[in-house]
């Protein structure tokens, strides 16, 4: 079970860039699906979550920017983000809990995809 994140890139402040999540592997099911980021010299926090029925969640910096959806047939998620700023400026992060062949549970992350804004 692996997850592989996409989509980063180099955006102007006030740009958009969309990233991507795609969760492969022997999968039953993947449960709550998760976006966080990691800025240079900070821990890492939440972005946003979604459940598998699409129930979201938003930290406050990504509430009205941001917009979590989840394709559930292809087994991706993806962050629409929007009026970008400088100080969302990370490595973005994918995480998932998945049910795997044999109903093994997986905290999955995936590798990160670099975000830059430019002011």
């Given at each position: 079970v692996q997850l592989q994140a996409s989509g980063g890139g180099l955006v102007q402040a006030g740009g958009s860039l969309r990233l991507s999540c795609d969760a492969s592997g022997r999968i039953i099911r993947v449960n709550v699906m998760g976006?966080?980021?990691?800025?240079?010299?900070?821990?890492?926090?939440?972005?946003?979550?979604?459940?598998?029925?699409?129930?979201?969640?938003?930290?406050?910096?990504?509430?009205?920017?941001?917009?979590?959806?989840?394709?559930?047939?292809?087994?991706?998620?993806?962050?629409?983000?929007?009026?970008l700023k400088p100080e969302d400026t990370a490595v973005y992060y994918c995480n998932a809990d998945i049910t795997g062949i044999g109903y093994l549970k997986y905290d999955s992350w995936g590798q990160g995809t670099q975000v830059t804004v430019s002011s």
């Open positions: 976006w966080y980021r990691q800025a240079p010299g900070k821990q890492r926090e939440l972005v946003a979550t979604i459940t598998g029925t699409g129930r979201t969640n938003y930290a406050d910096f990504a509430e009205g920017r941001f917009t979590i959806s989840r394709d559930n047939a292809k087994n991706t998620m993806y962050l629409q983000m929007n009026s």
